[in-house]
């Protein structure tokens, strides 16, 4: 792995990404709703590959077959935009007087913390759920949907029709209405505005959370010494 050759590619990854949520805004204005939706999916899929792409490159999480596999899988991809959109979830001058803007990964909700433990261990390391969820505890429902591949079937729902047992319609694309394809819009874009490229380099976002998320990432991929980001990050 070459360092430079992901800095590349974490371009031409966002580029792509970019390209698929203007062709989606594009079909929005012009009533396309369904298939606008199902390329805002696909968009953020693109944002969450460069995510990785960017922890690779940043050497957060080992350049292995498992992180390679885990950017071929949509569900994996899908996790990760459910991260960046959270890093956008306000403007980064509102958070300035916030007490807590310094405290570390305890701070992160649970849907966020349950999706990067899926990415990390059932994804990365393809390992099993066993390996981080104990008995008594349940994934959050916003990460276990993404998890379960309820939005990946969602976004074929943009694009073909599901005929049942009976030989009735079950599902269309025209049950997307514009509010649901509006709704998707709003999000891609707060995932979108995770990374951003200036002056022909790739930039984060102003974030508070983002060395939280990038610590979490360390420590679970084995990157980082438990005792270090216990000491660093963990309050």
Not at 35 to 64: D, R
Not at 90 to 112: C, M, Q
Not at 199 to 221: C, H, R, W, Y
């Amino acid at each position: 792995m070459d360092a430079s050759n992901l800095r590349s590619s974490i371009k031409v990854v966002l580029e792509n990404a970019t390209r698929l949520f203007d062709d989606a805004n594009f079909l929005e204005e012009y009533g396309r709703f369904p298939v606008a939706y199902s390329l805002c999916i696909l968009a953020q899929e693109e944002y969450g590959k460069a995510f990785l792409l960017y922890l690779a490159e940043k050497q957060s999480v080992p350049w292995t077959a498992g992180l390679q596999k885990a950017m071929r899988n949509h569900q994996c991809k899908q996790l990760v935009a459910l991260l960046m959109e959270y890093l956008q979830r306000k403007d980064f001058l509102e958070l300035l007087n916030d007490p807590d803007r310094f405290r570390g990964v305890s701070t992160l909700p649970d849907h966020v913390i349950d999706a990067i433990h899926i990415v990390v261990h059932e994804h990365i390391r393809e390992g099993d759920r066993d390996a981080w969820l104990d008995d008594d505890q349940k994934v959050h429902p916003a990460a276990n949907r993404i998890a379960r591949g309820i939005l990946d079937r969602e976004k074929q729902n943009g694009f073909y029709v599901q005929v049942g047992w009976n030989g009735a319609v079950r599902k269309a694309p025209t049950m997307i209405t514009a509010a649901r394809c509006r709704e998707e819009l709003a999000r891609t874009r707060r995932v979108a505005e995770c990374f951003y490229i200036h002056e022909g380099e790739v930039q984060a976002g102003a974030s508070f959370d983002l060395p939280k998320i990038v610590a979490a990432f360390e420590v679970l991929s084995g990157v980082m010494a438990p005792d270090e980001f216990n000491e660093k990050w963990w309050n």
